[in-house]
């Protein structure tokens, strides 16, 4: 009996408890029920008129770079057209310094005639001095004796005197006129050397309006980069919040239905949904542009400025690092770039342009997945730009040649692993760009650190154990045929910072090689 009891006010609090729950479900359902379609409107309006101001910026952002290579082309021409100007003033400048150089040659051929003059005339004083002196020492008797041949040498010494003075007067006159001559000769050269000096072509008004112009819409164009990124970052986070009120809207909307039956399971998503992450974009692009960045420099976008301006030629530009496609976080080598690359190529179609462009590491992955991975697969590189290539350990010695494993790093202290270092080369074959890239754009310096084989020669040692200056390796590479290449060194006078130097110099070259295989 006690037991039916207790069963019985267990079950009426059970069903008081579910009351109260169920009555605090609904409290808290009212209270989420924040969201309305004013509101999603609302954010809609934002994000669309968001998007707006972030297509109207990137358009005069491209605008602007249009304008600014168009800018930079104009100076070059004109720069050129102007030293053609200057080829007769360079010659008359040439011709002026020749002749500033026979003056003074003349010059000195009257100073030494003017000389020899004074030499004569020291001599001849010299000789009356002494006759007088040894007249002064005679006795009086022996002085009236010898008084007129002593006053007759006296006299013939005086008279060479004067001609000697008489030969050195239109001398001195000639000096003075070659002098004057020589000022003006190096007043006229110093005249002229500002029409052919290089420094001061910039200061001719026709080029110099075009620099004050670029310079304008460079800072314009730096300002809408800013004003872009604030843009992008407010876009972002107000598409976050619209689609954080539409997921709360369908929720309560999906509250409110109460459906008959429990929703079924989400099925799996299909395989291709895995590749979706390679975030090839929707559609299909006519090229496709990867810029990949190495160790010292993560985000040479930074840089280049390629994006907007690739994309306006519809292409589609994907960005990565050199040992990977998540902003530089991966193995310590390329080969997980490498591969991931595979895959992207795979999605991408056949008739689509591959264009390849990296900086350091990153130049050395460019090789690798344009010669082994495209290669491999098929498929053409159209065009494959490198910027200071190196390989692992950072040498550029390990992506130039094919080694046999790494070679190490010259030590300008030991002489034992500068030899390791050359023996690593010689031992090793150059790399082959392979024919499966049309073009093969190369540039490199060799003056600072960047690759930490950078110096132009090592101490090592010879056969014999003699220490002798060996050069490192070079950032040439082979070609195949079938393959166009331009490769060369670029020389910044040994610019610790010349790596740098070398990617912001080619950010103004590389859109110009790069309209022929984006149209």
């Not at 309305?36 to 809609?44: D, E, F, K, M, V």
């Not at 004109?78 to 500033?100: C, G, M, N, P, V």
């Not at 690739?310 to 591969?339: L, T």
């Not at 491999?376 to 350990?393: K, Y």
Request: proline share 3%.
């Amino acid at each position: 009996m006690a037991s039916l009891t207790f069963h019985k006010l267990s079950i009426c609090y059970t069903k008081a408890h579910l009351h109260w729950l169920a009555l605090f479900a609904c409290m808290l359902w009212g209270t989420a029920q924040a969201v309305t379609q004013t509101q999603i409107n609302t954010s809609a309006s934002t994000v669309k008129q968001l998007k707006v101001d972030v297509d109207e910026t990137e358009a005069a952002i491209s605008s602007l770079e249009k304008s600014l290579w168009s800018l930079d082309k104009q100076i070059l021409d004109k720069r050129k057209t102007i030293r053609e100007e200057r080829t007769s003033e360079r010659k008359l400048f040439h011709e002026a310094k020749r002749d500033l150089k026979r003056q003074s040659f003349e010059i000195e051929r009257i100073e030494k005639d003017i000389s020899l003059v004074d030499f004569d005339i020291d001599i001849v004083q010299r000789d009356k001095d002494r006759d007088q002196q040894r007249h002064a020492d005679l006795n009086v008797l022996k002085q009236r004796l010898a008084q007129s041949d002593y006053e007759s040498r006296q006299k013939d010494y005086q008279t060479q005197i004067l001609a000697l003075q008489k030969k050195k007067a239109p001398l001195q006159a000639e000096l003075e006129k070659a002098k004057a001559k020589l000022a003006e000769l190096e007043s006229l050269l110093e005249a002229q050397k500002g029409e052919v000096d290089e420094s001061s072509l910039d200061n001719d008004p026709r080029i110099a309006s075009l620099i004050s112009k670029r310079d304008s819409t460079a800072t314009q164009l730096s300002s809408l980069r800013a004003g872009l990124k604030t843009k992008q970052a407010k876009l972002s986070q107000e598409t976050s919040e619209f689609n954080t009120l539409v997921a709360q809207f369908k929720r309560e909307q999906s509250a409110k239905q109460k459906p008959k039956q429990a929703a079924a399971e989400p099925k799996p998503a299909p395989k291709a949904a895995a590749k979706a992450n390679l975030d090839l974009g929707t559609g299909e692009h006519a090229s496709y542009v990867f810029v990949i960045s190495g160790d010292q420099e993560p985000n040479i976008e930074n840089t280049l400025h390629l994006k907007s301006w690739v994309e306006s030629y519809g292409a589609k530009f994907i960005e990565a690092n050199w040992n990977g496609f998540s902003n530089g976080s991966g193995p310590a080598n390329s080969f997980g770039f490498q591969e991931a690359f595979r895959e992207y190529i795979r999605q991408i179609p056949k008739d689509a342009k591959l264009i390849l462009i990296g900086h350091g590491l990153g130049g050395g992955s460019a090789i690798e997945a344009a010669t082994r991975i495209a290669f491999s697969e098929d498929r053409t590189v159209d065009f494959l730009a490198v910027l200071d290539p190196i390989g692992s350990e950072g040498l550029r010695a390990n992506i130039v040649y094919d080694t046999k494993g790494a070679c190490t790093k010259p030590d300008p202290k030991n002489t034992i692993t500068n030899t390791e270092y050359v023996a690593c080369i010689k031992s090793s074959k150059k790399r082959m760009i392979t024919s499966n890239i049309k073009f093969f754009y190369n540039r490199w310096q060799k003056d600072a650190k960047g690759p930490l084989d950078y110096q132009r020669q090592i101490s090592s040692l010879d056969a014999r154990g003699k220490v002798v200056r060996v050069p490192t390796a070079s950032g040439r590479f082979n070609i195949e045929n079938g393959t166009e290449a331009d490769q060369r060194r670029m020389y910044f006078a040994g610019d610790e910072n010349a790596h740098k130097l070398l990617l912001a110099e080619e950010a103004k070259v590389l859109p110009k090689l790069l309209v022929q295989h984006l149209r």
